[in-house]
């Protein structure tokens, strides 16, 4: 009988990309992991914290009640990236393919937990944004950092980490999390490198050093937000890129990326939601993307609100633009949503391994390959008052 060493492979491919999630995922560097070895729930009590009372010589004191609450952490997000190869493909090609493509299924793993992870920044109890530092409600207008004689940066990140450390959050476990764009400006100021006693995981993780007593992590998960208002009717011919895939408005879609054209500007604000989403009457509605494009647009949504089409993003800032007959037809100013937090403030479980597994067809010489994680994500309200969410201008409306 022939040995098989399948199973062999599989267990070194799983061991494989939770090394390299554990390595990478900045949501190991700055959550407090919790086990849950068995089930998927864990509670989180908590003590409220009490006031303090003046105290009279021979006077009796008024006893405060002890109250007391619990926040539930449940194991309930499962990412997956599903593929199959055919056994003759992988007899055909000179190089087996089904090790890089589990590597890149690992890598939207990362993007999928860390995204979710950071998405967790919008529930801070504060909030920074262009009227200073405030309770986190409402609708917030973002902050343009500027650099040179006139820099505000030292004051924004400055003064939101004085929210923090006002309110009791441990100044010596802040962290600072910013995305590629932001980090550009916050190195005009000087960013310290400080190598020393610091692991190299967390390098991989994205520290990238200190700035205002605070470490600084490099996302590229941060989640962002880019309005587009539809004044009027788009005009055969107009455009809107985002993340580099051009949507085309067209009375009659033909090629890919060309969104039908409606019988208003929101009938073609629904249909570009649907394009940008993946949902919708293909074909007519619009002409699907190529699979390259489509990928480009992995944690990109868009809603739509009448003549104001809200695209979101978990990966970073959106960059977004577009070229309208109508000159009103244009995007509002873009904001991404960095943090300071102190470490440990979103509670996090992860199980202990990720998951491939294969199943082979019954009438075909294919096998289907299943890539999957597990794991939740909660931020206790002790946690919330421990995070400020920095609202920043990435990008300027457009002219």
Not at 166 to 181: E, H, P, Y
Request: glycine share 8%.
């Amino acid at each position: 009988m022939a040995n098989t060493f399948a199973s062999v492979v599989k267990q070194h491919w799983e061991n494989a990309l939770q090394d390299n999630l554990e390595k990478s995922l900045l949501a190991m560097e700055l959550a407090q992991m919790v086990d849950i070895p068995n089930g998927t729930v864990k509670n989180l009590p908590r003590v409220s914290f009490q006031s303090t009372v003046a105290y009279t010589k021979y006077t009796g004191v008024t006893f405060q009640d002890v109250v007391t609450a619990s926040d539930t952490l449940t194991i309930d997000q499962t990412p997956m990236v599903p593929f199959n190869i055919d056994a003759l493909d992988v007899e055909d090609n000179y190089i087996n393919m089904t090790p890089e493509i589990i590597r890149n299924a690992g890598y939207r793993l990362k993007e999928s937990i860390d995204g979710n992870f950071l998405a967790e920044v919008l529930n801070a109890t504060w909030k920074y944004d262009n009227t200073g530092v405030g309770l986190n409600t409402g609708t917030l207008t973002p902050v343009a950092l500027v650099t040179g004689a006139s820099q505000n940066i030292s004051t924004v990140f400055g003064m939101a980490k004085a929210a923090l450390t006002n309110t009791g959050a441990n100044a010596d476990r802040m962290a600072l999390v910013v995305d590629s764009f932001t980090l550009v400006s916050i190195n005009t100021l000087g960013l310290a490198v400080t190598g020393m006693n610091t692991a190299d995981n967390s390098y991989a993780r994205g520290f990238r050093g200190t700035f205002g007593g605070m470490e600084v992590y490099e996302a590229s998960n941060l989640t962002s937000t880019a309005v587009l208002d539809l004044a009027t009717n788009p005009s055969d011919g107009d455009t809107v890129t985002i993340q580099g895939v051009v949507f085309t408005f067209k009375a009659t879609p033909v090629l890919a990326g060309a969104v039908d054209i409606g019988a208003d500007a929101d009938g073609s604000s629904v249909n570009l939601v649907a394009a940008i989403n993946n949902t919708g009457t293909v074909g007519s509605t619009y002409i699907q993307l190529s699979a390259d494009n489509r990928a480009k647009l992995s944690g990109v949504t868009a809603v739509d609100g009448t003549n104001l089409l809200t695209i979101s993003s978990k990966r970073g800032a959106v960059i977004a633009s577009s070229a309208m007959t109508n000159a009103s037809n244009d995007f509002q100013a873009q904001a991404i949503n960095c943090a300071i937090m102190e470490k440990g403030a979103i509670r996090m479980a992860l199980r202990d391994s990720v998951k491939i597994k294969d199943v082979e067809a019954v009438d075909t010489l294919v096998t289907n390959y299943l890539v999957y994680a597990r794991y939740g994500i909660v931020t206790p309200q002790s946690g919330k008052d421990r995070m400020v969410r920095i609202l920043i201008q990435s990008a300027v409306a457009e002219a």
